[in-house]
């Protein structure tokens, strides 16, 4: 972990709020993890496929020894279960899930340091919808940026659909997602749809 | 017992740094806690030297700061010890994300409950400014899941914001218009930035030296409007600040706070929720409130509650099932089974956004799920504004944070929680002319209070009953 000092002259903005005679130095620190995705590595190796990129989530089935006596799916995956402490299942999302818009907003002014050049971003959490007879929901929602023409239309129970990143960059924003029948033009810089998961495609 | 005390604890003096600021570079992070620990020792009338006897041989120390990365400073607790002469005692550090402040109270709290100590001093410092906004901005979010929600653009005030918009979602058409709710929203951001102004430490008093004309004085209801959208729906002046402070508060058992002070403050109740960190991993069950038996006692005494509450998807991304859990736990500990907003006098709650305000005035009971908004838009306004320290909720009704809270006098972040301890203490012992140098935020005879403090989206919730002692 390098650290840096270097002194400010008299002239930076940091004095400003100083009402006494103060020593202000720039301390500059620089920090590199090698972060680990533990068991949940299958999910971000699923979203960094680019064209052939997919959903993972897991589920524990042991319905019986949950609150609710219901199986429970998660996404974002876990590979415990935290209600019977058994490993969970892999699963797929197929390519007919539908995903619906729970909540959202979109930063327009201010930031992380992270995303501070490309504003506005628009955050949203995201319902997964199974394509089987129940309709079953996924039981958590997922967080993800929405790219969108015009974010002041997007609202609660649009219909997105993901897309993901050309080049990963091997964490959870691999994965984007825009409003079903987007057209490819209209895709956010740098993300392509994954034959897995078409955005064109009605429900 | 579980969930009782054994034996009777009181806050018994407070103390905060001279003036919160938004960048107070004469003073680090300890001189700032001293100047809060020498005016909470003052007021006792105690020597130092007496005082630190007292922890030596009775007592015990609790520090609470939030982000060692904001000061770049690990294990800052020792060294504000060491600044405060306090070596050798019993200590510790309490962190727990907003709610740092009042977990260490209420760790304090605890301490002298459980016979470990007599008399215990909990002290709460952050030191924000030494990084941009920008870069303070992202370290908070770093107390969002790093690996999830963070690289996806996340950061806090549009959590709040997709949380703002999951309540409007929820409620408008059903107990409450879309205008009912941003009027609120302007008249709360309002109140307690004005409110700030009878306050003269308080970060955005223009009576503060430190306070930058662009962020301080009074505001009208339009400027709230007219300060720009920082994350849809949540406008630039719907936000708290960010704090350099410090703050210190003293609480003893029985027979100790009487010798010190014959007003003491008697701690009622203790309750801490937590939640899920990922907002979209929160339940969303359809009658949640009563499956999950969260209903407080006089809700379930009322029919319209029921049936509200038997449709409503709890907590979802509205509500803050840590707040309410809190609250009934502290509720039940204290004995309060009557409509809170009639039982207390004055609350200092975690306004970190209007939309805060609006969700824990729900979770504290004190209206229903869905009707805080009404609250609020009752208050009058005169030329743009809303009256100084109103009463809210008619003739019974109570005192929401006179002191300014998180958008008018402090967010710094380890003090914050306890700053409010300090702020209700003051107002039980009549010291706001003297503390805030007007006597416009005293709080007539208050003799029941409450303190709130908030972590995350929720994932962290403390609340505390008071009562007056003499
Ligand atoms: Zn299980």
Same mark, same amino acid.
């Given at each position: 972990?390098?650290?840096?000092?270097?002194?400010?002259?008299?002239?930076?903005?940091?004095?400003?709020?100083?009402?006494?005679?103060?020593?202000?130095?720039?301390?500059?620190?620089?920090?590199?993890?090698?972060?680990?995705?533990?068991?949940?590595?299958?999910?971000?190796?699923?979203?960094?496929?680019?064209?052939?990129?997919?959903?993972?989530?897991?589920?524990?089935?042991?319905?019986?020894?949950?609150?609710?006596?219901?199986?429970?799916?998660?996404?974002?995956?876990?590979?415990?279960?935290?209600?019977?402490?058994?490993?969970?299942?892999?699963?797929?999302?197929?390519?007919?899930?539908?995903?619906?818009?729970?909540?959202?907003?979109?930063?327009?002014?201010?930031?992380?340091?992270?995303?501070?050049?490309?504003?506005?971003?628009?955050?949203?959490?995201?319902?997964?919808?199974?394509?089987?007879?129940?309709?079953?929901?996924?039981?958590?929602?997922?967080?993800?940026?929405?790219?969108?023409?015009?974010?002041?239309?997007?609202?609660?129970?649009?219909?997105?659909?993901?897309?993901?990143?050309?080049?990963?960059?091997?964490?959870?924003?691999?994965?984007?997602?825009?409003?079903?029948?987007?057209?490819?033009?209209?895709?956010?810089?740098?993300?392509?749809?994954?034959?897995?998961?078409?955005?064109?495609?009605?429900? | 017992?579980?969930?009782?005390?054994?034996?009777?604890?009181?806050?018994?003096?407070?103390?905060?740094?001279?003036?919160?600021?938004?960048?107070?570079?004469?003073?680090?992070?300890?001189?700032?806690?001293?100047?809060?620990?020498?005016?909470?020792?003052?007021?006792?009338?105690?020597?130092?030297?007496?005082?630190?006897?007292?922890?030596?041989?009775?007592?015990?120390?609790?520090?609470?700061?939030?982000?060692?990365?904001?000061?770049?400073?690990?294990?800052?607790?020792?060294?504000?010890?060491?600044?405060?002469?306090?070596?050798?005692?019993?200590?510790?550090?309490?962190?727990?994300?907003?709610?740092?402040?009042?977990?260490?109270?209420?760790?304090?709290?605890?301490?002298?409950?459980?016979?470990?100590?007599?008399?215990?001093?909990?002290?709460?410092?952050?030191?924000?400014?030494?990084?941009?906004?920008?870069?303070?901005?992202?370290?908070?979010?770093?107390?969002?899941?790093?690996?999830?929600?963070?690289?996806?653009?996340?950061?806090?005030?549009?959590?709040?914001?997709?949380?703002?918009?999951?309540?409007?979602?929820?409620?408008?058409?059903?107990?409450?218009?879309?205008?009912?709710?941003?009027?609120?929203?302007?008249?709360?951001?309002?109140?307690?930035?004005?409110?700030?102004?009878?306050?003269?430490?308080?970060?955005?008093?223009?009576?503060?030296?430190?306070?930058?004309?662009?962020?301080?004085?009074?505001?009208?209801?339009?400027?709230?409007?007219?300060?720009?959208?920082?994350?849809?729906?949540?406008?630039?002046?719907?936000?708290?600040?960010?704090?350099?402070?410090?703050?210190?508060?003293?609480?003893?058992?029985?027979?100790?706070?009487?010798?010190?002070?014959?007003?003491?403050?008697?701690?009622?109740?203790?309750?801490?929720?937590?939640?899920?960190?990922?907002?979209?991993?929160?339940?969303?069950?359809?009658?949640?409130?009563?499956?999950?038996?969260?209903?407080?006692?006089?809700?379930?005494?009322?029919?319209?509650?029921?049936?509200?509450?038997?449709?409503?998807?709890?907590?979802?991304?509205?509500?803050?099932?840590?707040?309410?859990?809190?609250?009934?736990?502290?509720?039940?500990?204290?004995?309060?089974?009557?409509?809170?907003?009639?039982?207390?006098?004055?609350?200092?709650?975690?306004?970190?956004?209007?939309?805060?305000?609006?969700?824990?005035?729900?979770?504290?009971?004190?209206?229903?799920?869905?009707?805080?908004?009404?609250?609020?838009?009752?208050? &009058?306004?005169?030329?743009?504004?809303?009256?100084?320290?109103?009463?809210?909720?008619?003739?019974?009704?109570?005192?929401?944070?006179?002191?300014?809270?998180?958008?008018?006098?402090?967010?710094?972040?380890?003090?914050?929680?306890?700053?409010?301890?300090?702020?209700?203490?003051?107002?039980?012992?009549?010291?706001?002319?003297?503390?805030?140098?007007?006597?416009?935020?005293?709080? &007539?005879?208050?003799?029941?209070?409450?303190?709130?403090?908030?972590?995350?989206?929720?994932?962290?919730?403390?609340?505390?009953?008071?009562?007056?002692?003499?």
């Amino acid at each position: 972990m390098p650290v840096k000092d270097t002194i400010l002259n008299r002239q930076d903005k940091a004095y400003r709020h100083a009402r006494t005679d103060v020593v202000i130095v720039q301390r500059e620190v620089h920090i590199k993890y090698k972060k680990s995705y533990g068991g949940m590595s299958p999910y971000i190796r699923g979203i960094m496929g680019r064209e052939h990129a997919r959903l993972l989530y897991t589920i524990c089935d042991k319905a019986e020894d949950h609150d609710d006596l219901k199986p429970l799916r998660f996404q974002v995956p876990r590979a415990d279960c935290p209600e019977c402490y058994a490993p969970t299942h892999w699963q797929e999302l197929p390519g007919d899930t539908r995903f619906i818009v729970e909540t959202f907003s979109t930063a327009v002014d201010l930031a992380g340091i992270s995303f501070m050049d490309q504003l506005p971003v628009t955050v949203a959490w995201i319902k997964a919808v199974l394509p089987d007879d129940e309709n079953t929901e996924l039981d958590t929602l997922v967080a993800g940026m929405v790219h969108s023409e015009d974010y002041k239309k997007l609202k609660k129970g649009d219909d997105v659909r993901p897309v993901f990143r050309k080049n990963p960059a091997s964490n959870a924003s691999d994965v984007m997602w825009v409003l079903l029948g987007t057209a490819v033009e209209k895709f956010p810089s740098g993300y392509v749809e994954s034959k897995n998961y078409r955005v064109q495609k009605n429900f | 017992m579980a969930g009782s005390l054994n034996r009777k604890v009181a806050l018994i003096s407070g103390g905060k740094v001279n003036y919160f600021a938004k960048a107070n570079p004469d003073l680090m992070f300890y001189e700032m806690a001293m100047q809060a620990v020498k005016e909470a020792v003052g007021d006792l009338g105690l020597k130092p030297k007496e005082f630190r006897k007292l922890l030596r041989e009775r007592g015990g120390v609790i520090i609470t700061h939030f982000a060692d990365h904001f000061a770049g400073q690990l294990l800052g607790e020792a060294l504000t010890r060491d600044y405060l002469g306090f070596n050798p005692v019993e200590s510790y550090r309490i962190v727990g994300g907003g709610a740092t402040g009042g977990l260490g109270v209420q760790a304090a709290v605890e301490k002298i409950a459980s016979g470990r100590a007599d008399i215990v001093i909990a002290v709460g410092y952050e030191k924000m400014s030494e990084v941009d906004t920008f870069q303070g901005n992202e370290f908070i979010a770093l107390a969002s899941d790093t690996v999830t929600d963070f690289p996806n653009g996340g950061y806090y005030p549009l959590y709040y914001a997709a949380m703002a918009q999951a309540y409007l979602d929820t409620f408008v058409g059903k107990t409450v218009t879309g205008e009912e709710i941003r009027d609120a929203f302007s008249k709360i951001a309002v109140m307690m930035r004005n409110n700030a102004q009878y306050n003269r430490r308080a970060q955005t008093s223009h009576e503060n030296p430190y306070a930058t004309s662009s962020t301080s004085g009074f505001i009208n209801i339009e400027d709230v409007t007219r300060s720009g959208i920082v994350a849809t729906p949540s406008y630039r002046l719907d936000c708290c600040l960010m704090t350099d402070g410090a703050s210190a508060i003293i609480v003893a058992c029985e027979d100790l706070a009487r010798s010190l002070t014959d007003k003491p403050v008697f701690v009622t109740g203790l309750g801490n929720g937590t939640d899920c960190m990922r907002t979209g991993e929160r339940q969303r069950t359809p009658g949640g409130l009563l499956k999950e038996e969260l209903m407080l006692p006089h809700e379930k005494e009322d029919p319209e509650y029921l049936k509200l509450y038997e449709e409503l998807e709890y907590p979802g991304l509205h509500s803050f099932r840590a707040g309410r859990w809190a609250a009934k736990k502290a509720y039940e500990m204290a004995g309060i089974h009557k409509k809170p907003l009639e039982v207390f006098d004055l609350i200092e709650i975690h306004d970190a956004f209007v939309i805060s305000v609006i969700q824990t005035m729900e979770d504290l009971g004190m209206v229903p799920y869905g009707h805080s908004a009404k609250l609020f838009n009752e208050l &009058p306004v005169e030329n743009g504004r809303v009256p100084i320290n109103p009463k809210i909720g008619g003739e019974n009704g109570l005192y929401i944070n006179p002191s300014g809270g998180l958008i008018g006098q402090m967010h710094g972040v380890g003090s914050t929680g306890n700053t409010q301890a300090v702020d209700v203490l003051w107002q039980m012992q009549g010291k706001i002319e003297e503390k805030y140098g007007h006597p416009e935020l005293q709080v &007539p005879d208050p003799k029941t209070a409450l303190f709130h403090s908030h972590a995350g989206t929720g994932s962290d919730i403390t609340v505390t009953t008071v009562e007056r002692g003499w």
